[in-house]
């Protein structure tokens, strides 16, 4: 209990002395296990090699978010990405993701920018109540001293199997419903940088989220620059098509569902090879 005081104590004797225009630009890497099952009737174990090392890159990627104390915005850090291999498709699908993530605290809202299947999608909605637990715990990420954090969360249990030309059993998940499973998210914060943001969807804490641990996903921030010189860009994105989260995703779940439709390979023999991911949320 005394800990905890403490962390509230240096989060409000922070506010007191940061100026309004208090900004910064944290930047994270992200990394997710994989434990990828090979389906021996579509696919060799080199192929299977493969697509792991490709879905490994996919996923360690490093972003950059820009705060100031009521916004923020998270996106990748850009850079030329490798082209795919002839005649094979990789898609990702994740309705839990953003391109680019707008947060806004003050107002109680976000707006998510995503691209998906060559359309752009404006996500436009109120941002729901973290429930975090704050813990006695403590460790140092870098120069800061960090507070440990927990919350539970309802996420989809989606089999992690490489199929080819889409042809899964997704089908029979869309008639029944996924399995869900409880897990538990850690996230480490720092009263020393007084924002209540962070990576991803993660935020309402009392300090910037310098570390999460989301079951199968981690990010962990490498470098944090506070006040720089020039200042922080955080622009709201304003492209795409404007819908809520609910009705985005009841969107992608039917593209879903006509992409497996139009590739199933007695339909499609001479389209070549498509990976289809789908990620949990």
Not at 158 to 168: A, F, M, P, R
């Amino acid at each position: 209990m005394k800990q905890l005081l403490g962390v509230l104590l240096a989060f409000l004797c922070s506010n007191s002395i940061v100026a309004q225009d208090f900004q910064g630009i944290a930047t994270y890497k992200t990394q997710r296990k994989l434990d990828v099952k090979l389906d021996s009737t579509q696919m060799n174990s080199e192929m299977h090699q493969r697509m792991v090392a490709m879905l490994k890159k996919q996923f360690e990627k490093t972003y950059i978010l820009n705060f100031n104390k009521e916004a923020s915005i998270y996106k990748e850090d850009e850079k030329l990405e490798a082209p795919q291999n002839a005649g094979m498709q990789m898609v990702f699908v994740s309705t839990d993701g953003s391109d680019i993530l707008y947060r806004n605290t003050k107002e109680n809202r976000f707006t998510s920018q995503n691209e998906v299947f060559g359309k752009i999608f404006l996500i436009k909605d109120t941002l729901e109540k973290e429930d975090w637990t704050l813990e006695n715990e403590t460790k140092n990420i870098g120069d800061y001293t960090c507070y440990k954090a927990t919350k539970k969360r309802m996420v989809a249990i989606v089999e992690s199997t490489i199929s080819v030309n889409g042809d899964t059993d997704l089908d029979e998940e869309q008639e029944e419903g996924p399995q869900m499973k409880e897990v538990t998210i850690t996230a480490w914060y720092t009263p020393q940088i007084p924002v209540n943001s962070g990576p991803a969807r993660y935020y309402g804490l009392p300090g910037l989220i310098l570390e999460v641990h989301d079951d199968q996903e981690t990010i962990i921030c490498s470098r944090v620059v506070l006040n720089p010189k020039s200042k922080v860009a955080i622009n709201e994105p304003t492209k795409g098509k404007e819908v809520t989260q609910e009705k985005y995703e009841e969107i992608i779940e039917k593209r879903m569902q006509e992409e497996r439709e139009r590739y199933r390979p007695e339909r499609n023999s001479d389209d070549g090879e498509r990976i289809e991911i789908r990620i949990g949320g």
